[in-house]
Protein backbone atom coordinates (compact mmCIF):
# COMPACT_ATOMS: atom_id res chain seq x y z
CA UNK A 1 0.00 0.00 0.00
CA UNK A 2 1.05 3.54 -1.12
CA UNK A 3 1.48 6.12 1.57
CA UNK A 4 -1.16 8.01 -0.72
CA UNK A 5 -3.80 4.99 -0.69
CA UNK A 6 -2.84 5.09 3.24
CA UNK A 7 -3.96 8.40 3.88
CA UNK A 8 -7.18 8.23 1.72
CA UNK A 9 -7.66 5.09 3.83
CA UNK A 10 -7.28 6.56 7.10
CA UNK A 11 -9.55 9.75 5.99
CA UNK A 12 -11.93 7.23 4.70
CA UNK A 13 -12.25 5.70 8.11
CA UNK A 14 -12.21 9.01 9.93
CA UNK A 15 -14.95 10.27 8.25
CA UNK A 16 -17.13 7.32 8.02
CA UNK A 17 -16.28 6.67 11.97
CA UNK A 18 -17.34 10.63 12.27
CA UNK A 19 -20.64 10.08 10.44
CA UNK A 20 -21.11 7.01 13.08
CA UNK A 21 -20.93 8.61 15.76
CA UNK A 22 -22.39 12.18 14.94
CA UNK A 23 -25.68 10.19 13.19
CA UNK A 24 -28.95 11.77 13.96
CA UNK A 25 -30.91 9.78 16.54
CA UNK A 26 -27.39 7.89 17.64
CA UNK A 27 -26.72 7.93 21.39
CA UNK A 28 -26.16 5.46 24.32
CA UNK A 29 -28.39 4.56 26.16
CA UNK A 30 -29.37 2.27 29.59
CA UNK A 31 -32.58 -0.05 29.35
CA UNK A 32 -34.53 -1.35 32.26
CA UNK A 33 -36.62 -4.17 31.61
CA UNK A 34 -38.89 -6.15 33.26
CA UNK A 35 -41.15 -9.49 31.62
CA UNK A 36 -43.72 -11.32 33.02
CA UNK A 37 -43.24 -14.78 31.54
CA UNK A 38 -45.35 -18.18 30.70
CA UNK A 39 -43.46 -21.24 30.79
CA UNK A 40 -43.79 -24.26 29.35
CA UNK A 41 -40.58 -26.51 30.33
CA UNK A 42 -39.85 -30.33 30.05
CA UNK A 43 -37.59 -31.54 33.06
CA UNK A 44 -39.07 -35.04 33.85
CA UNK A 45 -42.53 -33.99 31.67
CA UNK A 46 -44.14 -31.24 30.23
CA UNK A 47 -45.28 -28.69 33.05
CA UNK A 48 -46.33 -24.94 32.90
CA UNK A 49 -45.80 -21.88 34.91
CA UNK A 50 -45.02 -18.37 35.56
CA UNK A 51 -41.75 -16.60 35.70
CA UNK A 52 -40.25 -13.01 35.54
CA UNK A 53 -36.94 -11.94 33.95
CA UNK A 54 -35.42 -8.34 34.90
CA UNK A 55 -32.96 -7.01 32.25
CA UNK A 56 -30.43 -4.38 32.92
CA UNK A 57 -29.10 -3.59 28.65
CA UNK A 58 -27.27 -0.22 27.17
CA UNK A 59 -27.93 0.02 23.72
CA UNK A 60 -25.64 2.02 21.10
CA UNK A 61 -28.48 3.35 18.76
CA UNK A 62 -26.92 2.93 15.24
CA UNK A 63 -29.68 3.92 14.14
CA UNK A 64 -31.72 2.04 12.20
CA UNK A 65 -29.67 -0.98 14.20
CA UNK A 66 -29.75 -1.63 17.71
CA UNK A 67 -26.91 -3.48 19.51
CA UNK A 68 -27.99 -3.49 23.06
CA UNK A 69 -25.54 -5.94 25.73
CA UNK A 70 -27.49 -7.32 28.64
CA UNK A 71 -27.44 -9.06 31.75
CA UNK A 72 -30.78 -10.74 32.98
CA UNK A 73 -31.38 -12.23 36.37
CA UNK A 74 -34.87 -14.01 36.77
CA UNK A 75 -36.68 -17.06 37.63
CA UNK A 76 -39.58 -19.65 37.72
CA UNK A 77 -41.76 -22.39 39.57
CA UNK A 78 -43.43 -24.92 38.45
CA UNK A 79 -46.36 -26.02 40.75
CA UNK A 80 -47.77 -29.63 40.57
CA UNK A 81 -47.38 -32.62 42.88
CA UNK A 82 -43.72 -32.77 43.39
CA UNK A 83 -42.77 -28.56 42.90
CA UNK A 84 -39.66 -27.38 41.21
CA UNK A 85 -38.57 -23.85 39.93
CA UNK A 86 -35.32 -22.15 38.55
CA UNK A 87 -33.42 -18.81 38.96
CA UNK A 88 -30.89 -17.82 36.02
CA UNK A 89 -28.21 -14.91 35.88
CA UNK A 90 -27.33 -14.62 32.28
CA UNK A 91 -25.33 -12.09 30.25
CA UNK A 92 -26.08 -11.75 26.30
CA UNK A 93 -26.63 -9.66 23.31
CA UNK A 94 -29.84 -8.54 21.54
CA UNK A 95 -29.72 -7.16 18.20
CA UNK A 96 -32.42 -5.89 16.38
CA UNK A 97 -33.78 -2.58 14.16
CA UNK A 98 -34.90 1.12 15.73
CA UNK A 99 -38.29 2.29 14.69
CA UNK A 100 -41.43 2.81 15.89
CA UNK A 101 -42.07 -1.26 15.90
CA UNK A 102 -38.91 -2.83 17.15
CA UNK A 103 -38.11 -6.28 16.08
CA UNK A 104 -35.09 -7.82 17.48
CA UNK A 105 -33.25 -11.02 18.51
CA UNK A 106 -31.47 -12.43 21.63
CA UNK A 107 -29.08 -14.63 22.99
CA UNK A 108 -28.21 -15.10 26.47
CA UNK A 109 -25.76 -17.32 28.30
CA UNK A 110 -24.23 -17.66 31.88
CA UNK A 111 -25.60 -19.98 35.59
CA UNK A 112 -28.65 -21.34 36.57
CA UNK A 113 -30.06 -23.56 38.61
CA UNK A 114 -33.29 -26.08 39.27
CA UNK A 115 -34.58 -26.70 42.71
CA UNK A 116 -37.23 -29.05 43.97
CA UNK A 117 -38.62 -30.45 47.44
CA UNK A 118 -35.63 -33.59 46.83
CA UNK A 119 -32.77 -31.58 45.52
CA UNK A 120 -31.21 -28.86 43.98
CA UNK A 121 -28.78 -28.48 40.80
CA UNK A 122 -27.12 -26.31 39.35
CA UNK A 123 -25.43 -25.59 35.71
CA UNK A 124 -25.15 -23.95 32.37
CA UNK A 125 -28.55 -21.65 31.26
CA UNK A 126 -29.54 -20.33 28.16
CA UNK A 127 -31.79 -18.41 26.52
CA UNK A 128 -32.49 -17.28 22.47
CA UNK A 129 -35.45 -16.37 20.93
CA UNK A 130 -37.03 -12.88 19.36
CA UNK A 131 -39.08 -10.29 20.36
CA UNK A 132 -41.04 -7.02 18.89
CA UNK A 133 -41.22 -4.08 20.75
CA UNK A 134 -43.46 -0.83 19.81
CA UNK A 135 -41.90 2.55 21.29
CA UNK A 136 -44.51 4.60 23.17
CA UNK A 137 -42.60 7.13 23.54
CA UNK A 138 -38.90 8.10 23.81
CA UNK A 139 -38.49 6.56 27.16
CA UNK A 140 -41.18 3.71 27.07
CA UNK A 141 -41.03 0.34 25.21
CA UNK A 142 -43.77 -2.27 25.61
CA UNK A 143 -43.54 -5.87 23.73
CA UNK A 144 -43.59 -9.06 23.80
CA UNK A 145 -41.19 -12.36 23.26
CA UNK A 146 -41.64 -15.81 22.21
CA UNK A 147 -37.80 -17.69 22.90
CA UNK A 148 -36.70 -20.93 24.09
CA UNK A 149 -34.77 -21.52 27.46
CA UNK A 150 -32.64 -24.45 28.75
CA UNK A 151 -30.49 -25.46 32.12
CA UNK A 152 -28.08 -28.24 32.14
CA UNK A 153 -27.53 -28.88 35.93
CA UNK A 154 -25.32 -31.85 37.20
CA UNK A 155 -27.38 -34.87 36.03
CA UNK A 156 -30.57 -33.03 35.12
CA UNK A 157 -31.69 -30.80 32.44
CA UNK A 158 -34.64 -28.88 31.65
CA UNK A 159 -35.64 -26.76 28.29
CA UNK A 160 -38.66 -25.24 27.54
CA UNK A 161 -40.47 -22.37 25.45
CA UNK A 162 -41.34 -18.77 26.72
CA UNK A 163 -43.87 -16.35 26.07
CA UNK A 164 -43.07 -13.23 27.57
CA UNK A 165 -44.48 -9.32 27.51
CA UNK A 166 -41.86 -6.73 28.71
CA UNK A 167 -41.86 -2.97 29.33
CA UNK A 168 -38.58 -1.30 28.60
CA UNK A 169 -37.67 2.07 30.14
CA UNK A 170 -35.23 4.02 28.31
CA UNK A 171 -32.44 6.20 30.07
Known amino acids: MTERSATRAALG ?4 LGLLLGARG ?3 EAVVGIEPRAEL ?15 LGYSLDLYPLLLAPEIEIGGSI ?3 DAWFGDVR ?17 YLHAGYGFVGSEQAMAHGFAVDAGAALDGRL ?12 QG ?7 MHGIVLGAHVGVWF
Not at 137 to 148: D, P
Not at 151 to 157: E, G, L, N, Q
Open 137 to 148: SREVTLGGSLGY
Open 151 to 157: IVAADSS
Open 41 to 55: VIRDKARFGPGLMAT
Open 89 to 105: AMGGLRVGFTASVEPSI
Open 26 to 28: AAA
Open 78 to 80: FPG
Open 13 to 16: AAAA
